[in-house]
């Protein structure tokens, strides 16, 4: 039996964040507060402009908080060196940034810009399911299921304690959305990472995630673990939404 104390990897307390939209500001978190324990599989759903790829960008300094405070690995997040945060604190997005040069290349990118080398070009491909003769290849000739592969290889190559993923397999088919499922899954079982994924598709929420969160109007409406949350809801906000998205 493990008598292990369980970790926190992030930490929000009554974060609030604002945007100029024309002459007024737009309220994007509105004092969003919650706690996401070390190995968790977290899914966060929600509307269009409900402030969940916000929350998600704070996580790794891409933006930070206008209020409140957000806790990662024990440290507030404005104290975090930002290249330091980075290897603790992976994000893989949508729409997957390819730079020019080979898949090689832009597997070494992340490592040579930390000066941190976790894993083999050919290791990364072994982990994401990318032949490894893809490696001399022009990345931009890859398909969009590679690109979405290298991407996360990328992601992967700093061996984050912390994985952040925005509507990653969204753009993809069902076959390789599921093969992406797969891996992440396997990442969080055997590596006991922590991954923040933000999807708008809530069948995906359902089959994977250890815990979902309802992000509305920039306020976190609830959080439970995945049974809970789509078979017994407590607020009738999460009520309405998943009624409304099973219409």
């Known amino acids: 039996m493990n008598n292990e104390p369980i970790q926190t990897a992030i930490t929000f307390t009554n974060v609030k964040k604002y945007f100029p939209e024309k002459d007024e500001v737009h309220s994007v978190l509105k004092g969003v507060s919650g706690k996401i324990n070390q190995g968790t599989f977290i899914?966060?759903?929600?509307?269009?402009?409900?402030?969940?790829?916000?929350?998600?960008s704070m996580c790794n300094l891409l933006t930070t908080p206008d209020e409140?405070?957000?806790?990662?690995?024990?440290?507030?997040?404005?104290?975090?060196d930002v290249a330091e945060l980075r290897k603790k604190v992976g994000i893989a997005f949508q729409s997957a940034p390819i730079l020019d040069g080979t898949v090689r290349d832009n597997m070494l990118l992340v490592q040579n810009l930390h000066n941190k080398q976790c894993y083999s070009p050919e290791q990364l491909c072994s982990l994401t399911g990318l032949s490894s003769d893809l490696l001399e290849r022009d990345a931009k000739d890859l398909s969009g299921g590679q690109k979405?592969?290298?991407?996360?290889?990328?992601?992967?190559?700093?061996?984050?304690?912390?994985l952040l993923l925005d509507e990653i397999t969204s753009a993809l088919d069902i076959a390789a959305a599921h093969e992406i499922e797969e891996l992440i899954v396997q990442l969080n079982k055997e590596q006991n990472k922590t991954i923040i994924w933000v999807t708008h598709n809530l069948d995906q929420a359902k089959r994977l995630a250890d815990e979902v969160w309802l992000l509305m109007d920039g306020k976190l409406i609830e959080s439970a673990d995945s049974s809970s949350f789509f078979n017994t809801p407590k607020h009738p906000e999460t009520r309405a939404f998943l009624q409304g998205a099973l219409l």
């Open 43 to 56: 899914m966060i759903v929600g509307p269009s402009g409900s402030g969940k790829s916000t929350l998600l």
């Open 68 to 80: 409140g405070e957000i806790n990662v690995l024990g440290k507030e997040i404005r104290k975090w």
């Open 148 to 162: 979405q592969r290298l991407s996360l290889a990328r992601t992967l190559s700093n061996a984050s304690d912390i």
